[in-house]
């Protein structure tokens, strides 16, 4: 932690010299930057505030409280906010909130995503924001993501001190549910997925690397896999005889083994089993991700389960290698059978030339404010988010632009507070820009 914080905190002695690089941006770009400047304690008491509610994904009472808090924020800077009803995905559900710029539609509509739920229930030991001396903090979700959220508000808030926010048409999703996705997928993401259809440009605020000098252009996709195995449970000393076979436990292991020489290796490309079962009775409850099995060592096992995720970096790649693994889980040893199933995931968020002048967009942002450039995230450092579902529905989308810190996902996760006001600088200029040009590049 201490090495990752050092390098988080090069930016910080350059804040004081920002100033002067500033004064050659146009007055309207530095009335932004002042007005961000002017309320970084807001900020930073806004953070301190929604971290201490407890959001975790299934804490519905408590997502709907953050959603209430952040939802005021922007009822106040004029944005038309609602709450969709998490219910048909048993979820507590997703703010929306919907600002329409004067002169309609002839200037890009942006959609900015965040997320309201984190990690930690409410039997996590890991509940209350706790300031680390003057420029790190603790607390559940302090950088995955209520940092981030806090990034939307304040740039929003600067862009409309500096008068400019009458002039966007700004679309924001914050889904309660991005920690542990409710189901069926297609209901718990259909908000956002129209919300990119009806957008120009996605920017989310998660925290990609947790490293402010890189933004996020491509991430990978992750769907989870089900291998069940059936043999032909009999006497251990009948093992290989015809009427008998091969038995669930060797079976899956040949899958598994073939998956692993036929699949590792190629680029961005990762099949993880995460969970093994196998006997006589095998158990699995797929909710919990949990289980029992019973068998004896003189009996053939008669079942056998593994689960586990699937990562790729394209629809293509994640074809090609769903194709494959049903295909070796086809060629069955001799009396037995295996059905490999896969489940509704994250897709992968690709690569594309939009994506790469969004960040080029906002390497410019970075270095005129005097942060420095910005380079992209290699997308094996990058799991999958919700800005995933935008991918083909946008001109352009760019992630990981909250703020820096470490360790989340742990009771250790913390913030570095002064890339809060950086980030939310980067990302208001980022916005006024893509709003101002005459054309998207």
């Known amino acids: 932690m201490k090495t990752i914080a050092a390098i988080l905190l090069l930016p910080t002695p350059v804040l004081g010299a920002v100033s002067s690089v500033q004064q050659d941006l146009p007055a309207v770009e530095r009335r932004i930057i002042e007005a961000v400047d002017s309320h970084v304690a807001e900020a930073v008491a806004l953070l301190e505030r929604v971290v201490n509610i407890n959001s975790g994904t299934m804490n519905f009472a408590g997502v709907r409280e953050v959603g209430r808090v952040l939802s005021a924020e922007f009822d106040a800077l004029g944005?038309?906010?609602?709450?969709?009803?998490?219910?048909?995905?048993?979820?507590?559900?997703?703010?929306?909130?919907?600002?329409?710029?004067?002169?309609?539609?002839?200037?890009?509509?942006?959609?900015?995503?965040?997320?309201?739920?984190?990690?930690?229930e409410l039997d996590s030991p890991f509940q209350r924001f706790e300031r680390r001396g003057d420029s790190t903090a603790g607390g559940p979700g302090v950088v995955d993501m209520k940092g981030g959220d806090v990034v939307i508000v304040h740039a929003l808030k600067a862009l409309d001190a500096a008068g400019v926010l009458d002039g966007m048409t700004i679309t924001i999703v914050m889904t309660g549910d991005e920690e542990r996705s409710g189901r069926p997928l297609d209901l718990a993401r259909e908000a956002l997925i129209q919300a990119a259809v009806d957008a120009d440009i996605a920017i989310a605020f998660e925290n990609g690397d947790s490293d402010p000098r890189t933004a996020v252009v491509a991430r990978r996709g992750s769907t989870g896999w089900r291998l069940d195995v059936t043999g032909t449970p009999a006497h251990s000393s009948q093992l290989f005889q015809p009427e008998v076979g091969a038995g669930a436990v060797y079976e899956a292991s040949r899958i598994l083994g073939q998956f692993y020489q036929s699949l590792a290796g190629e680029p961005y490309l990762t099949f993880n089993p995460g969970v093994m079962l196998a006997g006589t009775d095998v158990d699995y409850d797929t909710f919990q991700s949990r289980g029992t099995a019973f068998g004896k060592s003189n009996v053939v096992a008669g079942h056998a389960v593994v689960t586990g995720d699937l990562r790729t970096l394209s629809l293509e790649q994640l074809a090609a290698a769903r194709a494959r693994m049903t295909f070796i889980a086809g060629q069955n040893l001799p009396g037995t059978s295996a059905v490999l199933t896969f489940d509704d995931g994250y897709p992968p968020l690709a690569p594309t030339d939009g994506n790469r002048r969004l960040l080029a967009r906002f390497d410019d942002a970075s270095r005129d404010l005097g942060f420095g450039p910005v380079t992209a995230v290699d997308p094996r450092n990058a799991g999958a988010a919700d800005v995933s579902f935008v991918a083909g529905l946008v001109d352009m989308a760019i992630d990981g632009l909250g703020p820096g810190g470490g360790n989340d996902h742990t009771v250790n996760e913390w913030i570095d507070l002064p890339t809060l006001a950086m980030q939310t600088k980067r990302a208001a200029l980022l916005m006024y820009r893509l709003i101002e040009a005459d054309r998207i590049d």
């Open 79 to 120: 944005f038309a906010t609602e709450w969709v009803d998490g219910a048909s995905f048993e979820r507590a559900g997703h703010l929306l909130a919907r600002r329409t710029g004067e002169g309609g539609g002839t200037r890009p509509h942006l959609l900015l995503i965040g997320h309201l739920d984190t990690v930690f």
